[in-house]
């Protein structure tokens, strides 16, 4: 048998996720909400993290964050579900250790809103 004679076909493998949520009326848009959320750097078992507080009433699905600190940008690991819920608190791993963050840092994050579409915030390290 020649390798002409060998069927060809193409395999595909998908991980899709689909998040369904209802929100009632009188709750507005988390873009109303997203200055409540509070962000920190610190070690957690001997790793660097972003520490995420939500303290609102919403699901926040984060795209991807990251430390600003001066020239310096170090992202946050990206996970199959950034998600944190509401009430919560959720730690982000970052892919490299921080130098002493001293001068004012900020976090740049990404997260999706009620119409799918990728927002970008900005937010003090506390």
Same mark, same amino acid.
């Given at each position: /048998? ?8 193409? =395999? ?5 996720? /689909?998040?369904?949520?209802? *929100?009632?009326? $009188? ?12 962000? +920190? =750097?610190?070690?957690?078992?001997? @790793?660097?993290?972003? $520490? =995420? #507080? #939500? ?12 430390? $600003? ?6 992202? @946050?690991?990206?996970?199959?579900? /950034? ?7 959720? *730690?982000? *791993? %970052? %892919?490299?250790?921080? @130098? #002493?963050?001293?001068?004012? @840092? ?11 579409? =990728?927002? $970008?915030? *900005? +937010?003090?390290?506390?």
């Amino acid at each position: /048998m020649s390798h002409q004679d060998i069927p060809r076909k193409l =395999v595909l493998a998908m991980n899709t996720q /689909m998040k369904i949520f209802y *929100r009632p009326k $009188k709750l507005p848009a988390i873009t109303q909400n997203q200055d409540k959320l509070t962000f +920190a =750097v610190q070690q957690h078992e001997g @790793a660097s993290v972003i $520490k =995420v #507080n #939500n303290p609102t009433p919403y699901h926040v699905s984060f795209t991807g964050m990251a430390v $600003k600190h001066g020239a310096t940008s170090i992202n @946050a690991e990206q996970q199959m579900d /950034m998600m944190v819920s509401p009430f919560s608190k959720k *730690r982000y *791993r %970052l %892919l490299q250790q921080p @130098a #002493n963050i001293t001068d004012p @840092a900020t976090i740049e994050y990404y997260f999706i809103d009620d119409f799918g579409a =990728v927002l $970008k915030g *900005r +937010a003090p390290v506390q």
